[in-house]
């Protein structure tokens, strides 16, 4: 017989440096991880250093250059009212980002949560919650999400409190489904029979083998919820002015169509942002996939 692993010993310590080499060495070998990573660390380092690496203030406006081209004073020209365009595209991706990062990460916890608890306990917990789920999901996502927004209030109030009240059913719904299957496995069982407590065989046992299907859901929700983020704001529904915003700089730059990169540049980084996110999401699921 094997003998057991400690939860804290030596042995322990060289199964988790094992899989984590693992994890490495598959992460190597797909391009597709290695390329979201790339493009999503690139937006991310660019959001972040937008106060360092912007030229100027979001809101500064230069009144002797509007709707003036490339240039060296400003590299991707400004806007219709002297506003310097490269700036406001750095700090719209904080914004932007930001946002999405708040609105997916409750859903996700809460959804995660719940569902592990629906699918590990079943009953009354799981007939409610799965009721509620089935109405919810009936409503398209689009239309629930706005319609709360108009409850709630524009800007990111709203978004916060649309996606939490409404997103967190995706991941209810899949963790539940995997945590039925997870449950059955022999390994829970005799967890069960060891006399291990349901908290203990929740978090050791059902969780790390069912979080990283949520972990990849993530990369895709974020995805949506960026470009729903950017369509509010092109709606007027989502970040309000003067904060910059890719939706609401898309908006306004289609007012002044004689100069395509009003419209453009935003766009353009609302693309190569889900790009690389749904990349990285694609790569995470190869990664991760059990060998």
């Known amino acids: 017989m094997t003998a057991a692993v400690e939860p804290f010993g030596p042995e322990a310590a ?8 693992g994890f490495l060495r598959r992460a190597r070998r797909s391009p597709t991880f290695a390329a979201g990573a790339v493009l999503t660390a690139l937006v991310v380092l660019s959001a972040v250093l937008a106060p360092w690496i912007s030229p100027y203030s979001p809101t500064a406006v230069d009144p002797y250059h509007i709707l003036a081209g490339f240039s060296a004073a400003h590299w991707l020209g400004t806007d219709q009212i002297g506003e310097d365009e490269l700036s406001r595209i750095l700090w719209a991706g904080r914004t932007d980002l930001q946002v999405a990062v ?8 809460f959804g995660t949560l719940l569902g592990t608890l629906c699918g590990y306990y079943g009953g009354w917990l799981d007939a409610v ?4 789920v089935d109405v919810l999901i009936a409503f398209p996502f689009y239309v ?10 524009t800007g990111t109030t709203g978004i916060y409190v649309a996606f939490a009240g409404v997103d967190w059913i995706v991941y209810a719904r899949f963790i539940r489904a995997a945590t039925l299957v997870v449950r059955e496995q022999d390994y829970v069982a005799a967890a069960k029979v060891g006399g291990l407590p349901d908290r203990r065989i929740l978090f050791r046992h059902i969780l790390p083998n069912t979080v990283a299907q949520s972990v990849v859901y993530v990369t895709n929700d974020f995805v949506l919820v960026i470009v729903l983020v950017t369509t509010l704001g092109y709606i007027g529904l989502g970040v309000q002015p003067p904060t910059p915003d890719w939706g609401s700089m898309i908006a306004t730059g289609q007012n002044y169509l004689s100069d395509w990169r009003l419209a453009t540049l935003p766009g353009i980084a609302v693309v190569i942002t889900a790009l690389g996110v749904s990349l990285l999401g694609d790569g995470l699921a190869d990664v991760l996939r059990p060998q």
């Open 129 to 132: 919650v799965m009721r509620i």
């Open 102 to 109: 708040l609105a997916v990460l409750f859903p996700s916890i």
């Open 144 to 153: 629930l999400v706005i319609g709360l927004i108009f409850v709630v209030g």
């Open 14 to 21: 060289r199964v988790v440096a094992e899989r984590g080499f």
